[in-house]
């Protein structure tokens, strides 16, 4: 399968990320490996990374956000009062704070061991950590 991923700088003149809704312009980076892309997103004050299919399947190809990067992190999407980066929930990418991630990588270990299975090493882990130990 063919994918192109595409980067968008934030253009919001406020420090406030948190209530962005669209990135516009055109993209910083255009059709970069997905690695790559999430790296170039992190290293700015905020963006995201846009994946859309580019292959011959019947799929669709209209594009969609698969990783979010906010400088100091985007409000816990658990406790609503601290800051943290994007992390894998069982309820797709949220942003996490650490005390959060903690407590529900604490709770999704437990739960494992109770069903008699491997607990993930994605889930309540920063995405942007987990890039080398995804598979490609």
């Known amino acids: ?17 948190d209530k962005c809704e669209v990135m516009s312009g055109p993209p910083t980076h255009v059709n970069i490996p997905w690695r790559d892309a999430y790296r170039k997103a992190e290293e700015l004050p905020h963006a995201v990374v846009e994946s859309r299919y580019m292959g011959e399947l019947p799929y ?29 929930t069982g309820h797709g990418n949220k942003f996490v704070c650490d005390p959060c991630q903690r407590d529900m990588r604490r709770h999704h270990e437990q739960w494992a061991r109770e069903a008699g299975t491997e607990p993930s090493q994605f889930t309540y882990v920063p995405i942007i950590d987990t890039l080398d130990r995804e598979p490609q």
């Open 60 to 88: 669709k190809k209209t594009p969609h956000i698969v990783f979010e990067h906010i400088e100091g992190g985007g409000t816990c999407w658990l406790c609503g009062q601290r800051r943290g980066p994007l992390c894998k």
């Open 1 to 17: 399968m063919s994918w192109r991923y595409d980067v968008f700088a934030c253009n919001n003149a406020t420090d406030d990320h």
